[in-house]
């Protein structure tokens, strides 16, 4: 069984040399199966690719599963002495008798604190599942867990020359973003006027038209959300990589939280406000006929911190950059303030090798605070790399989650949805290279917009990202769809008052739409927790 694509897979291919002139390109399952077939499960470790598969041995009786490092596709798992079910989603574990919907509240106490989620756990206490990069082996009634590091750059690249390097980022995108229009039929474009689904746009669009195949964008135009409006960049964009745009309205698509007409997945409290506009632009691109769907989600986990640049720039030996890293902090901080900045910070916990702190945020309920526990950082690797907490949402169980969450919807409306900015060659090459060349005091993905010159419309380049939506989630929430938030919220036997204080949640309600920043998260997280409580009871 195979869920997901094999991102080397002409380098089997040709390996194998099981290419005909009549299959002269083999399915991705045929040639997972053929590997197995000469090398055992063995051959498992050596597939890389957004995927999950798992392999049974019928004659000896053994059965080996896999996940891939970045955790896209997932391999869930319950049972007991002598049992062993396994599936792609936890929902469908759970329509086994011998399977409880209990939910671990440790769990879920770290999911509303925001904090890194336990390592091959789930939100339901009877059901396990591996976690990124992780496998396992079920053989004479006992199941063996292990994981394989991912093999990536551990160090920094001393390059000078940033236009080297931005030439070495440009061929990154024209190597990792072809490979993800392989296979599909039909394609959509999740296009917005950021520069991450513009470089999909500008390297995909190209890729599927030199095949003969369809390729359209699908997008939203907010008329009265106007900060969220990204319509005049979009045309722009399309216009340049010659792909036709199909326009759908968003005004209407702003979260009404109530758990009858809106989507809730039963496999995680995971809650996007602004799933609505993904349903949409699905549903439009399913009619038209599309397969596959291409976006630029999670782009932002591809960079690191912007407070990196100092300690990049001393780590690499640049003492021009660094001295330019620390004219900014004078600048933006003052002579006193600079050493308290975070950039400075940050630098003594790397001297210093301190790790995270793991302290319980105060808004968590007591029932939650008692099964809180500290976990080692994830993945093990995180605290070789140069840049930690870039790794953690590259390879970690947060970023999975989240892809976990979507995936099931875009499952559900029969599309299949392909992140080709996680592409191995795009992650060895932004791994390699220091913090400063992503970020300058006047631009984010500094470097991306340097090495994308010339291919997109010059205001997307070095225009002020748009597409702000928070007036949509603040109109949603806390204005039109105040009602439904309050009834979600109020409802007899509510799951979240066991993770998330009441009162703290009562306070954001109380604030509506001048809610903190803080208080907002709480509360969807807490709105998440209770409509995932809904979906379960429905199934």
């Keep these: 069984m195979l869920s997901g694509w094999l991102e080397n897979y002409a380098e089997l291919l040709q390996e194998l040399g099981i290419g005909t002139p009549a299959d002269p390109t083999p399915d991705d399952v045929d040639l997972l199966l053929a590997l197995c077939r000469r090398d055992g499960p063995a051959a498992l470790g050596r597939v890389r690719g957004p995927l999950a598969a798992i392999v049974w041995e019928p004659q000896l009786a053994r059965l080996t599963a896999i996940r891939d490092h970045l955790g896209e596709s997932a391999v869930c798992f319950a049972g007991g002495p002598g049992l062993l079910m396994l599936a792609s989603e936890e929902a469908a574990l759970l329509r086994h008798p011998a399977v409880s919907a209990e939910p671990d509240l440790g769990w879920l106490g770290r999911f509303a604190a925001r904090m890194p989620l336990p390592p091959g756990r789930t939100a339901f206490r009877d059901i396990a599942e591996l976690s990124p990069g992780e496998q396992c082996q079920w053989h004479h009634q006992s199941l063996r867990r292990w994981r394989v590091p991912a093999v990536l750059p551990s160090g920094l690249d001393r390059e000078?020359?940033?236009?080297?390097?931005?030439?070495?980022?440009?061929?990154?995108?024209?190597?990792?973003?072809?490979?993800?229009?392989?296979?599909?039929?039909?394609?959509?474009?999740?296009?917005?006027?950021?520069?991450?689904?513009?470089?999909?746009?500008?390297?995909?669009?190209?890729?599927?038209?030199?095949?003969?195949?369809?390729?359209?964008?699908?997008?939203?135009?907010?008329?009265?959300?106007?900060?969220?409006?990204?319509?005049?960049?979009?045309?722009?964009?399309?216009?340049?990589?010659?792909?036709?745009?199909?326009?759908?309205?968003?005004?209407?698509?702003?979260?009404?939280?109530?758990?009858?007409?809106?989507?809730?997945?039963?496999?995680?409290?995971?809650?996007?406000?602004?799933?609505?506009?993904?349903?949409?632009?699905?549903?439009?691109?399913?009619?038209?006929g599309c397969d596959v769907v291409l976006n630029g989600h999670l782009g932002d986990y591809l960079y690191p911190h912007r407070h990196h640049g100092l300690a990049d720039a001393l780590r690499v030996g640049n003492w021009h950059q660094g001295s330019r890293e620390w004219r900014e902090l004078i600048r933006r901080f003052g002579p006193a303030g600079c050493w308290t900045s975070p950039d400075i910070r940050w630098f003594i916990k790397l001297f210093?090798?301190?790790?995270?702190?793991?302290?319980?945020?105060?808004?968590?309920?007591?029932?939650?605070?008692?099964?809180?526990?500290?976990?080692?950082?994830?993945?093990?690797?995180?605290?070789?790399?140069?840049?930690?907490?870039?790794?953690?949402?590259?390879?970690?169980?947060?970023?999975?989650?989240?892809?976990?969450?979507?995936?099931?919807?875009?499952?559900?409306?029969?599309?299949?949805?392909?992140?080709?900015?996680?592409?191995?060659?795009?992650?060895?090459?932004?791994?390699?290279l220091p913090g400063f060349l992503f970020f300058d005091p006047k631009r984010d993905k500094a470097l991306t917009r340097d090495a994308m010159q010339g291919l997109l419309p010059d205001h997307v380049v070095h225009g002020v990202p748009g597409g702000n939506l928070s007036e949509l989630f603040l109109h949603g929430v806390f204005r039109a769809g105040l009602p439904a938030t309050r009834a979600l919220l109020t409802h007899r036997g509510a799951l979240w008052p066991e993770i998330v204080s009441r009162d703290y949640v009562n306070a954001a309600l109380q604030a509506g739409p001048a809610a903190g920043a803080e208080q907002q998260r709480v509360l969807i997280a807490a709105a998440g927790m209770e409509l995932w409580r809904h979906a379960i009871g429905r199934r």
């Design 160 to 288: 000078p020359d940033r236009r080297v390097c931005a030439t070495r980022w440009r061929e990154a995108f024209a190597a990792g973003i072809p490979p993800a229009t392989r296979r599909g039929r039909q394609f959509g474009l999740m296009l917005s006027g950021g520069m991450d689904s513009t470089t999909v746009a500008a390297f995909g669009v190209p890729a599927i038209r030199a095949s003969g195949r369809d390729v359209a964008a699908y997008c939203w135009r907010l008329d009265h959300f106007a900060e969220g409006d990204e319509s005049p960049a979009i045309r722009d964009v399309a216009s340049r990589v010659n792909v036709r745009v199909n326009w759908f309205s968003g005004d209407d698509l702003y979260p009404v939280l109530d758990p009858d007409s809106w989507p809730a997945c039963p496999n995680l409290p995971q809650l996007n406000p602004f799933l609505g506009l993904n349903l949409a632009a699905y549903e439009a691109a399913r009619s038209a």
């Design 352 to 432: 210093l090798k301190v790790r995270p702190r793991q302290i319980p945020p105060p808004y968590l309920a007591a029932p939650a605070l008692r099964h809180f526990e500290k976990i080692e950082p994830w993945p093990p690797e995180t605290e070789q790399a140069p840049h930690p907490a870039q790794w953690s949402n590259l390879f970690g169980t947060t970023s999975a989650m989240e892809m976990k969450y979507e995936r099931y919807f875009a499952s559900r409306a029969g599309i299949e949805r392909r992140h080709p900015l996680r592409h191995q060659r795009i992650l060895e090459t932004v791994l390699a």
